[in-house]
């Protein structure tokens, strides 16, 4: 009785597991050192074309030892989880999570990234739009976010196991040798053909190989595979808040001056504009700027206006913008020996006018 209840016991829990799953394995690299991604050179693969991943490129070892996993659970509290690698079918080692805070609200649909040769990268704001997690294992990491320890990925029957840090079995093993059985060779990878989703199962026979293109840190293809359904949160609106000029400066024209702004959530490019009319029409600045650094060196125009403003706008998102609080002055200034323009006759001017003249004497 004793042994059929543990079989008893032991089916159930498995069922639990399979059904349940947290944290799936979603990929891995099984091409070998010095080999291609469908094999082939730098130049061609085997067919051709030019098999490679949308994160390395076409590199040799395509990116190194590496895999990914996807977290299936909201809110996953991932901190001291266990990763079991095997090689061989054989367990080979563990590298174990940290307690850092970045595995203590893990929300469903990120995707991790464990590597050897690809440094940490944490900055993980699913609210932003960033739903990745790549952490370095390699002996000459810090060991701040998973075991500082080198580790082997390879074509060989290998597999990953998923323990919690009461070393409960979460999922797995998973990998060649369980499904599929085989076939992944040197020259390709490992990956989920599915929707990730709570009731893919170690066994699934959505597992299977690829050699047309590997996702580092993305959702696999082979098809297109789709985690909104697990990404329930909702990207935070970006904001934009304009700090210089925000109205009553008198500003010279031709003066250097700083344009300053902040943002909140996702504001990848904005776009700057001037007023001479209180807002009535609007220029681009000149030259133009990119991308979104807070601040921007107005070469302010030769012109004069006492209704001036700037405006901050998202590029992406044109509703999303922010105006001088009030209008500011753009004023000339023709002080007699004022050569550079900044409404002062001091040393500078004479400088300059001391230089043109021993030009001048030559």
Known sequence: ????????????????????????????????????????????????????????????????????MAVITDHLDMRGWRLDLYGGGAFSETLTLSNHSIWSDLRSGTIITVSEDVASDINYNPAAGDWWINVQASGSASGAYITASNFVVSSNDWQLRIRDANGTVKFGPAGEGVSPTSGIGDTEIFRLEADPSASVTPTSADYDDGKDLSTFGAPNLWGNQNFNLLRTVAAQPGSLTLTSPNGSENIAT????????????????????????????????????????????????MVSSSQCRVRVVDTADLAVFDTSNAVFTIFQCLLDGDVDGDCAVDFYDFAILAEDWLQSAE
């Open 254 to 301: 031709g003066a250097l001056w700083p344009i300053t702004w902040q943002t909140t959530g996702t504001v990848a490019d904005v776009t700057i504009e001037f007023s001479l009319d209180n807002g009535q029409t609007w220029t681009a600045v000149y030259p133009r700027n990119t991308g979104n650094t807070g601040s921007y060196e107005w070469f302010v125009p």
């Open 1 to 68: 009785m004793v042994k059929v209840f543990s079989g008893l016991f032991f089916v159930f829990i498995s069922v639990c597991t399979v059904f349940a799953a947290d944290v799936i394995l979603n990929e891995y690299n099984a091409v070998g050192g010095g080999l291609y991604l469908n094999g082939g050179n730098a130049s061609a693969d085997d067919d051709g074309g030019r098999a490679g991943d949308t994160w390395f490129g076409r590199v040799e070892g395509n990116g190194g030892d590496w895999f990914e």
